[in-house]
């Protein structure tokens, strides 16, 4: 879990001004190791209006701070992301786990990079989910 002063030079170590809801949903994210569902995100950001919220998470997506863990089912998930990506820039390297079970989705890093190419095609990011149990449902 990140402080609220860490956050805010986190913020600002991205040319992003640390504003309230920035904040917020920042220390909502670092809370948790998974990823969340962006209803319990506007639920916990409730003072905030849609297309704040809506507008703050992609500009915290465009500044290589959030990402998208998974948008299957009909929910998106939004996860931190690690000090490995920058603006306009994610480099990930790990694949997203969907427990059927708890439906937690986490970042998981894989030893093994995925390298996928296809002849004449420029890929820019290869997205992986994997379902099954979590280890915590699995006892
Ligand atoms: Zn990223
Ligand atoms: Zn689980
Ligand atoms: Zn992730």
């Known amino acids: 879990m990140m402080s609220e002063e860490s956050i805010k030079e986190y913020l600002r ?3 992003l001004k640390a504003t309230p809801i920035r904040v917020g949903l920042l220390s909502l994210l670092s809370e948790r190791e998974s990823a969340i569902p962006y209803s319990e ?23 290589g701070i959030v990402h998208k863990a998974s948008t299957s089912g ?6 931190l992301c690690s000090q490995n990506c920058s603006k306009h820039c994610h ?8 427990c059927t079970a708890c ?6 890093h894989i030893e093994q ?8 095609f420029q890929i820019e990011e290869v997205s992986v989910e994997v379902k099954g149990v ?3 449902c699995c006892k």
């Open 103 to 108: 439906h937690e989705v986490s970042c998981m």
């Open 41 to 63: 995100i506007q639920e916990n950001l409730k003072s905030f209006d849609r297309v704040t919220l809506y507008r703050t998470l992609n500009a915290l997506i465009d500044g």
């Open 74 to 79: 009909d929910e998106t998930y939004y996860a």
């Open 91 to 98: 480099k990930h390297e790990h694949i997203h786990f969907k």
């Open 13 to 15: 170590e991205r040319a």
């Open 134 to 136: 979590c280890d915590k």
């Open 113 to 120: 990079a995925i390298k996928i190419s296809i002849p004449n």
